[in-house]
């Protein structure tokens, strides 16, 4: 309808304040009071944008009733509790998860559609809170909704960037970024707690007391404001907080910030990652990120102890001893390794204990989760700007590294020869660094990796000497994902039949229950109704890709997705190698051949990080082979490849339904888990794959033949890389032709041969082919063939399909929560009553 009509409609409602609305009308007035009385727009309007925040303010409501009385029951209860610490977490859009979980998404379609309104367009309205860059930052944000489903006192911790993740746009010369004000016009699912405020310094020096205790003083002081975002649970009024910190500047601080040299513009620009992408590889860029890690890590711990010491309750001595029975830090990965030496901090310098309690206690509260054995990816320091930004913890680092050495000194003499890689500090005189992992291995009580390979990898290499030290310390958590968002929510037309087979909705918080999918999976009748719902997800899908590329392709060609971060090690550059050849081999073949091909849709998503050139050109690449090959009429109505734009949470909840076949091709021992590939399995969705990270468990769950194996493992990788460098390996002729085939210009006059020159053995312009795309790219072909051949018997490929799901139970976070919270964190469910 018109403006005129909708603000019509509103005339006829009365708008109430009732945040408990339950009912589609009530709801409706709820909705109508917001539009009327929240102070963010005119009540003259209620157009798709008004009426989004009307709602997710109503919405809201409910939450923070829920919110208010699960913080008091914990705090009446009092139980041991989880601090999650995270520089990242991707929520993605929250509305849909927030009715669904509070079970009012019906009531709320309703009360919309007396508004004028369907619940779906409203949804699409809202921006996604992308506070981080792929799979660690997803994965904390299932972990979330898992804590409080499971009526777990857990909380996460982050920061409230100002920019999120940047937006991406395809241009003709590939990828720009766009900043993302995700904040411009307010998140409505944010509450600011102005009473919650904390103080965190910077830089300064250490102050010696008389009676040798040490307090850091000076330097500058901003402050951290708290921001709760509200996390329900499904299936329980368990509401738990993702508190999100804030740099503030208070008035009487603004002489600490020197105006003048540009230090109160940085300080004032914490939190802006326009910025940090900007000087990421500066010096300026890197202080900002130790200042933001160092913000992150105090203000939480801070506010931890300040709830430990309310929670006390009457007890007017203070025992410290007790704080490992009501805290658990998780840090993930080591980007909040700075907590370590924080909390050492205020335990001996704010609050007088001796160095062997207060290190007692941290290692008894702090774990540490590692995701990844990439060496660019393992954080170090520089140790002189850490003496400068942090003068106290690095007096604190040393000393933890003193003790340590002296330990193996006396109780481990045959590591002396490996103390120095087992050391925190590397003090090599060229560029001294503090080694975050081992800072955080040798600090915590618990080490685990996010799927078994990886956590096995851990053990044999990355931190095989330490598990010589401590046995027990290392454990694995195979990553999960949340099956209300990746299943319940994003896919209804699947969910709906798995609840109706399976005569119960109990799977969606019990995964396992999917099992039971597979005594159906051979009869016609499921087979069909799964058939129709991927083939409405795929029509959706395609509608999406239409909306946003202007090309359309069609619903019965096989979809086969490759969504994640652009990596070379994630080798979407074999993808792309791999539908040059298709594309090729088609243009080579007569009429007839090409119908008894399987068409293809290939899409890829992604976005590479600003700076990280080669990943940058693989983009360019699959968009200039995405314009011939689609635009050839030849071939184009078998085979089309897309460059879906602006990858994200929102666009994967559309492509993850209507995919066929997905790719998680990573060079064996290198993607440590992944957590796409739980999400399509889940979805019914086919895998080729390496055996690597969780793609190995998931084949063990839904069986090999369900699963399109390729590539070298990852105890050969080792080896091969060797035999590649030296030229020893001898390319397979197909890898050749469509290397070639780029080459000899066919998808347009970029220069592509610093890429191409990257798949080399190490003569001439080579770099080794590292990654190991030649030696693969024979078995991935043939892989790839074996799929084509799948999908012409629809029946045997839609069993598969319903196997895939039926197998996936395991990998839900829920499961993955469990395990955290009873073989690491030692805590109990606190469920509301
Ligand atoms: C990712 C890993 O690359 C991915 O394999 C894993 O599934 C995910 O974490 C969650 O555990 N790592 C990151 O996103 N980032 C870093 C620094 O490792």
Not at 52 to 77: G, M, P
Not at 396 to 422: A, C, V
């Amino acid at each position: 309808g018109s403006t005129t009509d909708r603000i019509t409609i509103l005339e006829k409602i009365p708008p109430v304040a009732n945040p408990l609305a339950k009912d589609p009308a009530a709801i409706a007035s709820n909705i109508n009071y917001h539009a009327h009385y929240s102070p963010h727009f005119s009540p003259y309007k209620f157009e798709p944008e008004q009426a989004f925040y009307a709602t997710a303010e109503s919405v809201r409501d409910q939450l923070i009733k829920q919110w208010n009385d699960t913080y008091c029951h914990y705090h009446k209860v009092n139980p041991k509790q989880t601090y999650y610490l995270s520089m990242e977490y991707l929520q993605g859009r929250a509305l849909t998860n927030a009715v669904g979980n509070l079970d009012v998404q019906d009531a709320y379609a309703d009360a919309l559609k007396q508004l004028g309104y369907a619940l779906e367009e409203i949804t699409e309205q809202e921006k996604d809170a992308a506070l981080g860059n792929g799979g660690i930052g997803r994965l904390a944000s299932c972990f979330l909704d898992s804590m409080a489903t499971l009526s777990l006192p857990a909380w996460g911790y982050g920061l409230r960037y100002r920019y999120g993740l940047f937006k991406q746009l395809m241009t003709k010369t590939g990828q720009e970024e766009i900043a993302e004000d995700w904040l411009e016009k307010f998140s409505p699912w944010e509450i600011p707690r102005h009473d919650v405020v904390f103080p965190i310094r910077f830089f300064g020096q250490v102050e010696v007391n008389p009676n040798g205790s040490r307090k850091w003083i000076g330097g500058e002081v901003i402050q951290a404001v708290a921001y709760d975002v509200p996390i329900p649970g499904y299936k329980t009024k368990n509401t738990n907080s993702l508190r999100l910190w804030e740099a503030k500047a208070r008035a009487e601080d603004f002489n600490l910030f020197e105006f003048n040299d540009g230090k109160y513009e940085s300080a004032a620009l914490l939190h802006s990652r326009a910025q940090q992408a900007k000087s990421n590889a500066t010096e300026d860029g890197k202080l900002l990120r130790l200042e933001q890690q160092y913000f992150l890590c105090s203000a939480s711990l801070q506010d931890i102890i300040t709830r430990f010491k309310e929670r006390l309750d009457g007890k007017d001595k203070i025992m410290w001893s007790e704080f490992p029975s009501k805290v658990a830090v998780q840090l993930n990965d080591t980007h909040p390794t700075l907590s370590i030496p924080e909390l050492m901090r205020l335990l001996m310098d704010d609050e007088g204990l001796g160095w062997d309690e207060a290190w007692d206690i941290t290692n008894r509260t702090i774990a540490y989760t590692n995701h990844t054995v990439l060496p660019e990816a393992l954080e170090k320091w520089s140790q002189t700007v850490m003496w400068k930004l942090l003068p106290r913890h690095m007096e604190i680092i040393e000393e933890i590294d003193k003790r340590f050495i002296k330990m193996i000194q006396s109780t481990k003499p045959e590591l002396e020869g490996k103390i120095s890689d087992l050391l925190i500090l590397d003090n090599n005189p060229q560029k001294p660094v503090v080694r975050m992992a081992n800072l955080c291995v040798v600090s915590a009580h618990t080490v685990n990796g996010v799927a078994q390979l990886h956590s096995d990898i851990l053990k044999a290499e990355l931190f095989s000497d330490y598990v010589k030290v401590w046995r027990t310390k290392f454990q694995n958590k195979t990553n999960g994902i949340t099956p209300r968002r990746w299943l319940k929510f994003c896919n209804p037309e699947l969910s709906s039949i798995i609840t109706k087979w399976l005569k119960t909705d109990q799977w969606v918080n019990n995964l396992d229950l999917l099992v039971n999918l597979r005594q159906f999976a051979d009869s016609s009748v499921l087979q069909a109704e799964w058939e129709s719902a991927k083939l409405a997800s795929k029509q959706r899908l395609a509608h999406y890709v239409l909306q946003v590329t202007g090309v359309s392709i069609d619903p019965n060609s096989l979809f086969d997705i490759q969504i994640k971060r652009i990596h070379e090690y994630k080798r979407q550059l074999m993808n792309i190698l791999g539908a040059v050849y298709r594309y090729k081999k088609l243009k080579e073949m007569s009429p007839e051949e090409r119908k008894k091909t399987t068409p293809r849709t290939i899409m890829i998503g992604g976005k590479a990080f600003a700076t990280y050139t080669n990943a940058k050109r693989i983009v360019k690449l699959v968009s200039d082979v995405g314009a011939v090959v689609n635009t050839d009429p030849e071939v184009n109505s078998f085979l089309k490849v897309i460059f879906v734009p602006n990858y994200n949470v929102s666009v994967a909840e559309v492509l993850i339904p209507g995919s066929e076949l997905s790719q998680h091709i990573s060079t064996a021992g290198m993607e440590a888990s992944g957590t796409s590939n739980m999400k399509f399995a889940l979805n019914g969705c086919l895998i080729i794959g390496t055996l690597d990270g969780a793609n190995v468990e998931i084949r063990e769950e839904i069986g090999q033949e369900n699963f399109f194996l390729f590539g070298a493992t990852a105890d050969e990788v080792p080896r091969l890389r060797k035999e590649r460098e030296q030229g020893l390996f001898k390319p397979d002729p197909r890898f050749e032709e469509a290397k070639q085939f780029i080459k000899s210009g066919a998808f347009g006059s970029y220069d592509y041969n610093p890429l191409l020159d990257s798949l080399e053995g190490n003569s001439g312009f080579g770099r080794g082919d590292y990654f190991l795309v030649g030696y693969d790219f024979p078995s991935y072909m043939d892989a790839q063939a074996r799929v084509d051949e799948a999908y012409k018997d629809r029946k045997k490929w839609t069993k598969m399909s319903i196997l895939s799901t039926a197998g996936s139970g395991k990998f839900s976070s829920d499961r993955t929560i469990g395990q955290y919270a009873k073989e690491i964190w030692k805590i109990d469910e606190c469920r509301l009553p």
